[in-house]
């Protein structure tokens, strides 16, 4: 059950493209916005293959009484990026007031952005946060290719050389242990990104000695390791069993099926949607950052909200006892 939340009807007031493949949606909301800080989200609900659903995105800045949104088209969306894609200037959505899990301490002395594709969103907003104190503060941003990259004269004009680009398609890749090295030690890190990209971020700061409390992070749920496949899932003591299909999550399925599923985040980060794995046939593709990598290795549990399994089958425990 996902938090009680403060829903608001929004209505589509503007959108362009920033950015290749990259649409900006901003949303006048009824009743207004309260402030917020950078690195704060909206849930939003959306409607996939004709279900309801809620997806989580984070709020850039915007003018008075707005949230704006920007999405990237994932070819291999679940439908969440697609419904976004599909909104009109008038439309009617429900969305939350914004909430804050990535936030700025404000007590570093000097502030590290890294930011990987479409996890510029948070990165953004912090970028503009931090040059308006005038703290200091440095900034990395990579991506497949310079014209995937929004808001990048923004953060130029901000940051001038404190933001260096990284495009893939030229060869540029960030040196993270090189960056890293450069912060002093009592300077804090803020990562977004592809979960590839947080993992090496974390080998990095954990090789040069730096304590894990100093390393901020938010990711993509829906960025695995392989493509999505369809499994399937029986629930111990439930008689229950789904199929899940590659455009759902494994929360999702066991919904539909009529699952009460405890959950908040749907971003592989709080661990309130994990299951325990009784018997499995097929590899986990673990999704999530809040299983430790030993733990992955085990596979005992998943995070139902964004990790699945690489087709095959599994007998899964929700603690539901009769
Ligand atoms: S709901 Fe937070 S990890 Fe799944």
Known sequence: MRNATDWRTARVAHIDEPAADVRRVVFDVTGGVPPFDPGSHTNIRVTIGG????????????????????VKLHPQS????????????????????????????????????????????????????????????????????????PFVEDLQALLG?????????????IDLDAVIAELPPSGEAYVC???????????????????????RYEVFGDNGKFAELPFEVSVMNTGISVTVRPDQTLLGALQEAGVEMIYDCQRGECGLCAVGLVTREGEIDHRDVFFSEEEKREGHRMCSCVSRLVGGCAVIDIGYRP
Not at 51 to 70: E, F, K, N, S, V
Request: aromatic share 8%.
């Open 51 to 70: 279900q309801g659903a809620i997806r989580t995105y984070t709020c850039l800045p915007a003018g008075r009484d707005q949230i704006a949104i920007a």
């Open 78 to 149: 679940r439908g969440g990026s697609r419904f976004i894609w599909s909104l009109m200037p008038g439309q009617e959505v429900e969305l939350t007031a914004p909430e804050n899990r990535f936030e700025l301490s404000w007590r570093a002395p000097e502030y590290l952005l890294l930011a990987g594709g479409i996890g510029i969103t948070p990165i953004y907003g912090m970028a503009q946060a931090l040059a308006a104190r005038g703290q200091k503060v440095r900034m990395h941003y990579g991506a497949q290719s310079r014209a995937a990259m």
């Open 161 to 173: 050389d404190r933001l260096t680009l990284h495009a893939a398609d030229q060869g540029q890749f």
């Open 193 to 215: 990104g592809p979960l590839g990209m947080l993992e090496a971020v974390k080998a990095a700061w954990a090789r040069a000695g730096r304590p894990i409390s100093r390393l």
